[in-house]
């Protein structure tokens, strides 16, 4: 049985400090699932805390794989590869509420020579998994599902390569193809249209597979060969950007705010709120610049100014698609308002996003038009503390913990615990920062 807690939340007078995020989530899945298939160890670090992950490591455990946690703090792992062929699990593989589990792993699984069945909890269980199901089927895995959803049931075996253009501008989607893609005999082309976070290209790299990349126009086309096999690494996995953004929001909201965040995921491919935040007025600035593994390490100072609004639409409501419930969940405080558009993907998350913002922001008196694929929240707006619901979603408990510092009175978040998904100490790492 799910434990429910509630979080209160009292209004703030700016945030100041330091925080050290944990490990990203989107490079941790990775790293956890090709140091499963590489040969010989692998030592993570920072690998991240969020339940999420964990769902990760729990199906690469049940497939043979052996790992450890090595630190105190449970966040260094140690990972003895399998090799490319993994052992047929003895139960279904839990993917508990990690979409990216499902859909990246089945890249990994429908190479296997085994029948195997993924699960996931309610929400999960909800969400469409056609997008790799159609692809996978045509490399030649055999998949079963509920008219298009969870459970999945794969048969794998040697693929076919594939030339594809993604028809949904998805990471996880181009990942799990990538990852198929080992496993088939030739050359594999994944293209997308509109750039999303290149994570699953720069691991495999960094595990020692080739790959080519052509960026052109908006979009990106990789290509890998099969049968190369990968290398265990030692690796420290950078502070989670998505994560960040919640205090990034949270100094926005507040001209006295004084943050610093060392070890912070760069990635172009992910730093897009950084631009956004600027634009509005946050004053944002980097030290420290390094590359780890190819992925971009940078530490932030952030002074809190009046925030201005912005119009999200296009290539970047892909770009900051996990940090627009925490941008419209501060949205009713900056000068002009924000306007999301472009963004129905949000309605097919951990929970439907749009509809989670817009009852959430609704219930603190704001005023919020919602479209089927975004928000237009007007600015200047006084919102007062409420009883607000998280949707069982991490995103959604963490946005409205941070529009509440700005509301009048206090706010009780019901389902709070659902933060443990991608961050388990968010709320008491949140009320450090927070200065009444
Ligand atoms: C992720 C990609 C995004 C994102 C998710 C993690 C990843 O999903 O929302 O939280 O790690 O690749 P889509 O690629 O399905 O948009």
Known sequence: MKVQSNAVVRPARNIRGSVELPGDKSISHRYGMLSGIAEGPS?????STGADCASTLGCMRAMGVKWERKSEGQNVIEVQGHGL????????????NSGSTMRMLSGIVAGQSFTSEMIGDESLSRRPMERIIKPLSAMGAQIESQQGRPPLRITGGPLKPIDYKMPVASAQVKSCLLFAGLFADGETRVEESVRTRDHGEVALRAFGAELQRKMAGGGSEVRIRG???LQGIEARVPGDLSSAAFFL???????GSELTLPNLLMNPTRARLLDVLMQMGLHISVTQLEE???EMVGSLQVEGAKLKGTTIAGADSAALIDEIPVLAAIAPFTDQGIEV???KELRVKESDRISAVATNLRKMGAQVEEFEDGLKIPG????????LDSFDDHRIAMAFAIAALRAEGETVIQGAEAAAISYPAFFETLEGLTAR
């Not at 062929?85 to 508990?96: F, K, N, T, V, Y």
């Not at 929001?249 to 001209?255: E, G, T």
């Open 249 to 255: 929001c949270a100094a926005a909201l507040f001209p």
């Open 227 to 229: 049968g190369q096999r």
């Open 85 to 96: 062929s993994l052992a047929a699990p003895a139960a279904s593989l839990d993917c508990g």
């Open 292 to 294: 780890i593994h190819g």
């Open 341 to 343: 558009r472009d963004a």
């Open 43 to 47: 030592r993570i670090e920072n690998y």
């Open 380 to 387: 200047g707006q006084t919102l007062h503390g409420a009883e």
